[in-house]
């Protein structure tokens, strides 16, 4: 078992109001899986995708990474997790402006106390098998949206993560920019990395190996394990019979 | 992260803002640049005096008439000092008898009688200062003849009509003709230039230097300007050690031997003076100093204001950072530098500043930029941007990295 989640809730609180983002969520995902979180906007798939990656705490419920508990960790040992062991793609890429591919994708090799001549060499290498080799000097200003996505990637490899977190990867891309990027994401699957993604795209989700349904902050299906018990019975009708004919509509399509 | 990498971060963000940048540091430049040039203006004086002090012979008493330093100590009003100076308590006879007294610790005696006449060479006339002395002036005030000699005992005890000239009264007399030997006029009665003075320098602030005088014998002094008030007595102790047991014993010897009251004279060494105008200057370098100082606080509180912004505008840079396994410490380092080098670097520019500020400033008044000056400005300019810089750094440290990267 590589990452697994027990009972992990997490409530924000806006003023006087609670709101319960996480309910109780438990999965568990084993290495060389790809895994897509769907859900509408509030069901709590975003969140589940920043508390299982460590950017953000829970507000209980334990959580595993390779059998060590880790959502107790200090600040310290959990920013050498996120340096070390997981690779982030974002929506929004998140380059620094105004810095080379190269610098950028160098970043978590800083963190990692790596030398310079190494971190050149590494990211130089990470750039190539992203197809970027010719835009080494290029900050993210002069790239396009797929080769920024790119490079995120490059960066999000660099450190070799044991788990792969993506965040709507293609949300910001054009559909051909974004078919290159969910071909670059199925082929790091395909070499054994394992991925999470958190989507709302069918076609993006279709890439993943294991669907995952959240509703209102719990998980209502799972591929491997099917509908939720527990929530199967506070699950709206219109809501079961969305998640059915799109199971159904992308088996089709498989 | 080394600490290298970390400052080269701090280093490319300040270049990505270099017109901000250099706002910023314009504060740390004004008040590192003017505490640094106002207390070279400080020491300089300070540095000015001590070598005119110097300059005037080393160990040396002065023994005057009166009390010219006033009931309080420091110099006292000046009208009431220039009376006491021309009361008549003063003997030429005291010479020789404070000199066999004290043979051990007396290495030279000289009396000094100021007065003012009219000069003529040809037909250059002006009015001069002139100086009723003895050849063992020459060692007292280590003052010794550029051209020429110094009158000899022979011409002091026959009264010779001949004369000394400063080097600025040389020149304003002479222009480039060689004094030596030719005659002048000093109250109509002819004189032999037997010899020019080095330069002294002094004088600096509108009063008159050695090197304006002219120096006479002293017999010839007195006969010619009809007056035979003994101004001053210049004593050279033979070592340091010497001087201050012969302030005491001149005064015991002078009460004892000539009846003179406390109030009839007054015995003090150079230093005595010294110390007196250097407490005045340390406390005006110091004044000067603090005043500039907040000027400094100012610019401190300009790379506070610029950095919180800076942390403000970069939040998500900072989530990011943390994303990817930055710790709060290195965020807060990587700030803090950020902020320590605009005040360095700045402090760095001020000291240029105030060192060609000083350059330019030398033409006309004493000021001298000291090593000290400069490390206490660096030192503190590098602090400021520090203690500045925390609050901000600390700011960004604390961040949590999924709201710092969402923050737009």
Redesign the interface.
């Given at each position: 078992m590589l990452l697994q989640l027990k009972n992990v809730s997490k409530i924000y609180k806006l003023g006087e109001v609670e709101i319960h983002a996480l309910r109780e969520v438990t999965i568990q995902i084993n290495e060389g899986e790809f895994v897509a979180i769907m859900g509408p906007s509030g069901s709590g798939k975003s969140t589940f995708l920043?508390v299982a990656s460590m950017?953000?705490a829970v507000t209980s419920g334990q959580i595993f990474l390779k059998d060590k508990q880790v959502e107790s960790y200090d600040?310290?040992e959990q920013?050498?997790l996120?340096?070390?062991e997981i690779g982030?793609v974002?929506q929004q890429f998140?380059l620094?402006p105004?810095t080379s591919s190269l610098d950028n994708v160098e970043?978590?090799l800083?963190?990692?106390?790596v030398e310079a001549s190494e971190r050149h060499r590494r990211a130089r290498a990470m750039l190539e098998k992203v197809g970027l080799g010719d835009r080494l000097q290029n900050t993210p200003a002069q790239l396009s949206g797929g080769q920024q996505q790119r490079v995120a990637i490059a960066?999000a490899l660099i450190?070799n993560p044991i788990i792969i977190f993506a965040d709507e990867p293609t949300g910001n891309l054009d559909s051909k920019s974004g078919e290159d990027i969910k071909n670059i994401l199925k082929d790091l699957n395909k070499e054994g990395k394992t991925i999470i993604m958190v989507t709302h795209e069918d076609d993006v989700a279709m890439i993943a190996k294991r669907l995952v349904f959240f509703r209102d902050g719990e998980i209502c299906y799972d591929d491997k394990f099917g509908w939720n018990k527990r929530r199967e019975q506070n699950l709206k009708p219109e809501d079961r019979k969305e998640i059915e004919s799109k199971l159904k509509m992308m088996k089709k399509k498989k | 992260m080394t600490f290298a990498d970390t400052t080269k971060i701090a280093i490319t963000s300040i270049f990505r803002n270099k017109g901000r940048a250099l706002l910023t540091m314009l504060g740390i430049i004004i008040g590192v640049g003017s505490v640094v040039l106002l207390t070279s203006i400080g020491t300089g004086l300070q540095k000015y005096i001590e070598e005119q002090f110097a300059s005037f012979g080393s160990n040396v008493i002065y023994l005057v008439p009166g009390n010219p330093f006033g009931d309080s100590g420091g110099f006292g009003n000046p009208e009431d000092a220039i009376i006491e100076r021309t009361k008549k308590t003063l003997k030429l006879s005291m010479i020789p008898q404070i000199k066999r007294q004290f043979r051990e610790h007396i290495a030279s005696a000289a009396p000094m009688s100021l007065f003012s006449g009219q000069v003529q060479y040809k037909i250059t006339e002006k009015k001069a200062t002139f100086i009723g002395t003895t050849e063992e002036l020459e060692k007292v005030l280590n003052n010794k003849a550029a051209k020429g000699q110094w009158f000899t005992k022979t011409d002091v005890d026959s009264e010779k009509r001949v004369v000394l000239l400063g080097d600025t009264l040389a020149t304003e007399l002479f222009g480039d003709v060689d004094p030596i030997n030719k005659s002048i006029k000093i109250n109509t009665v002819t004189f032999q230039v037997i010899g020019v003075l080095e330069k002294k320098g002094g004088g600096g602030f509108g009063g008159p230097s050695f090197d304006s005088y002219g120096y006479l014998p002293f017999g010839t002094a007195t006969k010619l300007f009809n007056n035979d008030t003994l101004n001053e007595i210049a004593i050279q102790g033979r070592s340091k050690e010497d001087v201050e047991p012969l302030v005491s014993d001149i005064k015991g010897l002078l009460i004892d031997k000539y009846n003179l009251t406390k109030e009839d004279f007054t015995v003090f060494e150079q230093t005595q003076i010294l110390n007196t105008i250097n407490s005045v200057l340390s406390v005006l370098t110091l004044g000067l100093g603090g005043i500039a100082a907040i000027s400094l606080v100012v610019g401190g509180i300009g790379i506070m204001n610029i950095m919180l912004v800076t942390v403000t505008e970069r939040t998500r840079e900072i989530g990011l950072r943390k994303a990817l396994g930055a710790t709060p410490n290195q965020i807060m380092l990587q700030f803090l530098i950020e902020a320590a080098t605009l005040s360095v670097f700045g402090g760095s520019i001020g000291v240029l500043v105030a060192f060609l500020g000083s350059l330019a400033i030398q033409r006309f008044f004493p000021a001298a930029v000291t090593l000290s000056a400069v490390l206490l400005a660096f030192g503190v300019s590098a602090a400021v941007g520090i203690i500045f810089g925390v609050a901000p750094a600390r700011k960004a440290s604390k961040l949590s990295p999924i709201e710092a990267l969402r923050s737009e």
């Amino acid at each position: 078992m590589l990452l697994q989640l027990k009972n992990v809730s997490k409530i924000y609180k806006l003023g006087e109001v609670e709101i319960h983002a996480l309910r109780e969520v438990t999965i568990q995902i084993n290495e060389g899986e790809f895994v897509a979180i769907m859900g509408p906007s509030g069901s709590g798939k975003s969140t589940f995708l920043q508390v299982a990656s460590m950017l953000s705490a829970v507000t209980s419920g334990q959580i595993f990474l390779k059998d060590k508990q880790v959502e107790s960790y200090d600040e310290v040992e959990q920013a050498g997790l996120r340096n070390k062991e997981i690779g982030f793609v974002f929506q929004q890429f998140n380059l620094l402006p105004r810095t080379s591919s190269l610098d950028n994708v160098e970043l978590p090799l800083l963190y990692a106390k790596v030398e310079a001549s190494e971190r050149h060499r590494r990211a130089r290498a990470m750039l190539e098998k992203v197809g970027l080799g010719d835009r080494l000097q290029n900050t993210p200003a002069q790239l396009s949206g797929g080769q920024q996505q790119r490079v995120a990637i490059a960066r999000a490899l660099i450190n070799n993560p044991i788990i792969i977190f993506a965040d709507e990867p293609t949300g910001n891309l054009d559909s051909k920019s974004g078919e290159d990027i969910k071909n670059i994401l199925k082929d790091l699957n395909k070499e054994g990395k394992t991925i999470i993604m958190v989507t709302h795209e069918d076609d993006v989700a279709m890439i993943a190996k294991r669907l995952v349904f959240f509703r209102d902050g719990e998980i209502c299906y799972d591929d491997k394990f099917g509908w939720n018990k527990r929530r199967e019975q506070n699950l709206k009708p219109e809501d079961r019979k969305e998640i059915e004919s799109k199971l159904k509509m992308m088996k089709k399509k498989k | 992260m080394t600490f290298a990498d970390t400052t080269k971060i701090a280093i490319t963000s300040i270049f990505r803002n270099k017109g901000r940048a250099l706002l910023t540091m314009l504060g740390i430049i004004i008040g590192v640049g003017s505490v640094v040039l106002l207390t070279s203006i400080g020491t300089g004086l300070q540095k000015y005096i001590e070598e005119q002090f110097a300059s005037f012979g080393s160990n040396v008493i002065y023994l005057v008439p009166g009390n010219p330093f006033g009931d309080s100590g420091g110099f006292g009003n000046p009208e009431d000092a220039i009376i006491e100076r021309t009361k008549k308590t003063l003997k030429l006879s005291m010479i020789p008898q404070i000199k066999r007294q004290f043979r051990e610790h007396i290495a030279s005696a000289a009396p000094m009688s100021l007065f003012s006449g009219q000069v003529q060479y040809k037909i250059t006339e002006k009015k001069a200062t002139f100086i009723g002395t003895t050849e063992e002036l020459e060692k007292v005030l280590n003052n010794k003849a550029a051209k020429g000699q110094w009158f000899t005992k022979t011409d002091v005890d026959s009264e010779k009509r001949v004369v000394l000239l400063g080097d600025t009264l040389a020149t304003e007399l002479f222009g480039d003709v060689d004094p030596i030997n030719k005659s002048i006029k000093i109250n109509t009665v002819t004189f032999q230039v037997i010899g020019v003075l080095e330069k002294k320098g002094g004088g600096g602030f509108g009063g008159p230097s050695f090197d304006s005088y002219g120096y006479l014998p002293f017999g010839t002094a007195t006969k010619l300007f009809n007056n035979d008030t003994l101004n001053e007595i210049a004593i050279q102790g033979r070592s340091k050690e010497d001087v201050e047991p012969l302030v005491s014993d001149i005064k015991g010897l002078l009460i004892d031997k000539y009846n003179l009251t406390k109030e009839d004279f007054t015995v003090f060494e150079q230093t005595q003076i010294l110390n007196t105008i250097n407490s005045v200057l340390s406390v005006l370098t110091l004044g000067l100093g603090g005043i500039a100082a907040i000027s400094l606080v100012v610019g401190g509180i300009g790379i506070m204001n610029i950095m919180l912004v800076t942390v403000t505008e970069r939040t998500r840079e900072i989530g990011l950072r943390k994303a990817l396994g930055a710790t709060p410490n290195q965020i807060m380092l990587q700030f803090l530098i950020e902020a320590a080098t605009l005040s360095v670097f700045g402090g760095s520019i001020g000291v240029l500043v105030a060192f060609l500020g000083s350059l330019a400033i030398q033409r006309f008044f004493p000021a001298a930029v000291t090593l000290s000056a400069v490390l206490l400005a660096f030192g503190v300019s590098a602090a400021v941007g520090i203690i500045f810089g925390v609050a901000p750094a600390r700011k960004a440290s604390k961040l949590s990295p999924i709201e710092a990267l969402r923050s737009e």
